[in-house]
């Protein structure tokens, strides 16, 4: 917060790690940061963090066409 008791946002919340990061990619209307993405990409369809990640991309929903 500032010295007038504003609270400055800082970036956006990310889906994975579920902390306020300023970069990172969205995926339709949700953000994944920098260290969670990376994270995502670099671990093996065997380690159980992979199954973790998937359950929370399970939050990425594909927003509705407006024709």
Do not use: W
Request: with cysteine; proline share 4%; glycine share 4%.
């Amino acid at each position: 917060m500032d010295s007038n008791g504003i609270k400055k946002q800082v970036g956006e919340t990310c889906i994975v790690c579920e902390e306020e990061k300023a970069l990172g990619i969205h995926l339709y209307t949700s953000f994944i940061c920098v260290e969670c993405e990376k994270s995502l990409i670099n671990t093996e369809t065997s380690d159980p963090m992979y199954q973790y990640f998937l359950r929370k991309l399970q939050r990425v929903k594909t927003p509705p066409l407006y024709s």
